[in-house]
């Protein structure tokens, strides 16, 4: 599965960026599946066609229909830099089955030590709270 173009770009209110794609495949519940290894999926099935969401707390939301090609990713403020190719990134490790998991786990863990150190470079509170002399 992979990404054919974006369709929308979008700044929301809350500073996040929002990206609507067009993927070269319809979503399945198989890759919802996948999915949950690395955040939450909430799943509506009773609606006309199946509703799905992924959050990955810090990284990115994603929203869209089971069944169709077109999907809306969420990259959150605070660190789009640092996670602007993870959708992208999904698909890939995605098409490479069991063995994409602990590849992207990885890539998972260096980003979120990067967020670590851009929100606390110093590891302690003396960077937010300057000495008094």
Same mark, same amino acid.
Do not use: W
């Given at each position: ?6 369709? $929308? !770009? *979008? ?7 929002? *990206?609507?794609? +067009?993927?070269?495949?319809? @979503?399945? #519940?198989? %890759? /919802?599946? %996948?999915?949950? !290894?690395?955040? !939450? ?5 009773? /609606? ?5 969401? %992924?959050?990955?707390? $810090? ?7 089971? #069944?169709?090609?077109? +999907?809306?990713?969420?990259? *959150? *403020?605070? %660190? $789009?830099? /640092?996670?602007?190719? &993870?959708?992208? @990134? /999904? @698909?890939?490790? =995605? #098409? $490479? ?13 260096? +980003?979120?030590?990067?967020?670590? +150190?851009? @929100?606390?470079?110093? #590891?302690?509170?003396? &960077? =937010?709270?300057?000495?008094? =002399?």
């Amino acid at each position: 599965m992979r990404v054919l173009r974006s369709v $929308q !770009t *979008k700044v929301c209110v809350d500073g996040s960026l929002m *990206k609507e794609y +067009v993927l070269d495949e319809p @979503l399945t #519940g198989k %890759f /919802l599946k %996948f999915l949950e !290894t690395f955040g !939450t999926v909430r799943f509506l099935e009773q /609606l006309r066609k199946p509703y799905f969401s %992924f959050e990955k707390e $810090q990284f990115i939301s994603i929203q869209g229909f089971v #069944g169709d090609a077109n +999907v809306e990713v969420r990259y *959150k *403020k605070e %660190f $789009q830099d /640092l996670v602007a190719d &993870y959708f992208h @990134l /999904l @698909l890939y490790y =995605y #098409g $490479q089955g069991e063995q994409g998991v602990p590849a992207l786990k990885r890539y998972d863990d260096s +980003v979120r030590k990067k967020m670590e +150190v851009r @929100l606390d470079p110093r #590891g302690d509170e003396s &960077y =937010y709270y300057p000495p008094f =002399y």
